[in-house]
């Protein structure tokens, strides 16, 4: 089985972040992101729901993303957030850094 390729794409509000997302392409998706976050002025939605890993680099990316976004006076909100990422999350006690992420969010099994 090969992996998904990771992409990251604005669209609409939204950053749509999609694929494995590994310690070997982690770099290369923050950098996508952050020169999307950058291009944004406002608020901004983060939909993980094509996100296929579960894996601590993804939240470290997040974490870069959100660094930058409110540096930028941008809000970040996430959906779409697996229940094993919510869990990684929680278990990291992460899960009320970004919004979307906690108990009172439905999340899916996968």
Do not use: N, Y
Request: aromatic share 4%; hydrophobic share 45%; net charge neutral.
């Amino acid at each position: 089985m090969t992996a998904a390729t990771p992409r990251v794409l604005l669209s609409d509000g939204v950053l749509v972040v999609s694929g494995e997302v590994t310690i070997d392409t982690v770099v290369g998706v923050r950098r996508q992101g952050e020169k999307l976050i950058s291009s944004v002025t406002s608020s901004l939605v983060v939909d993980l729901g094509g996100l296929v890993t579960a894996h601590s680099v993804v939240l470290s990316m997040l974490l870069c993303w959100q660094r930058l976004a409110r540096r930028a006076g941008i809000s970040l909100s996430f959906r779409g957030v697996s229940g094993p990422l919510a869990s990684l999350a929680a278990l990291s006690t992460l899960d009320e850094q970004f919004a979307g992420f906690g108990p009172e969010f439905p999340h899916s099994l996968r």
